[in-house]
C-alpha cells in the first residue's frame, strides 16, 4: 500500500471515529468501529471499466468475509470531480449492484463537495454526506435491516442529521471536515 493510500485510509478512520460516531451521524457505526468490522480501502483506477471490476471483486470479497460488516472504498484522481463521481456512483448501482447484489449490498456515497440534487451548495446539509474523499460505501442489507428493527423511528435518522448540520453551521462543519486531514 503506497504512503498516498495510507493518509488517505487514515483521514478516513478519522473522519468515521471524529465525525459520524462522535456527532451519532450514523447510530449503528459505533458498534462496527469498536468491532473493527469496516474495511477501507483505495481504488487508484481511473478507467470506468477496470475501476468497476475492481468494486465488483470488492463485493466479492465481502461475499467471502461474513465478519466484514461494511467497507469503505475511496476513489481518487478524476473523481475528485464530483459530476465525475456521481456518473461512477450511477454506473456502480447499474452494473454491479443492481444485476448481482440488489438485496444484497447497498450503496452510500461520500464526496469532499457532496450536494443533494434539492439543496443550495451552501445548505449546511450537505456535510452529512460529505468526506474527506470520493467514497462508495458498502453496506449489508442483512445489517441494515437488522439494526433499523432494533432502533426507534430509523425514518427520523436523515432528518435529525440534517437540523444537526444546519443547527451547527456550514463553518462548523467544514472545520470538522478539515480537521480530518490533520494529525
Not at 470531480?81 to 447484489?101: N, W
Request: proline share 5%.
Amino acid at each position: 500500500m503506497s504512503v498516498s493510500q495510507q493518509s488517505i485510509i487514515a483521514a478516513m478512520k478519522k473522519w468515521v471515529a471524529q465525525f459520524i460516531v462522535k456527532y451519532n451521524i450514523c447510530p449503528f457505526a459505533k458498534a462496527e468501529l469498536q468491532s473493527d468490522t469496516i474495511r477501507y480501502i483505495v481504488l487508484d483506477e481511473q478507467r470506468i471499466d477496470p475501476l468497476l471490476d475492481a468494486i465488483e471483486t470488492e463485493c466479492q470479497y465481502l461475499d467471502q468475509h461474513p465478519d466484514v460488516a461494511t467497507t469503505l472504498v475511496m476513489v481518487t484522481g478524476r473523481f475528485a470531480d464530483f459530476d465525475c463521481y456521481l456518473d461512477l456512483v450511477d454506473l456502480t448501482q447499474q452494473s454491479v449492484i443492481d444485476p448481482k447484489y440488489q438485496g444484497v449490498y447497498q450503496l452510500a456515497s461520500f464526496h469532499p463537495q457532496y450536494v443533494f440534487a434539492d439543496a443550495d451548495e451552501d445548505d449546511p446539509a450537505n456535510f452529512t454526506n460529505r468526506a474527506p474523499y470520493p467514497t462508495l460505501h458498502f453496506i449489508r442489507e442483512e445489517s441494515i435491516t437488522k439494526a433499523l428493527s432494533s432502533f426507534g423511528s430509523p425514518e427520523k435518522i436523515y432528518q435529525r442529521n440534517i437540523d444537526f448540520a444546519r443547527r451547527k453551521g456550514a463553518k462548523k462543519m467544514a472545520q470538522w471536515l478539515a480537521e480530518t486531514y490533520q494529525d
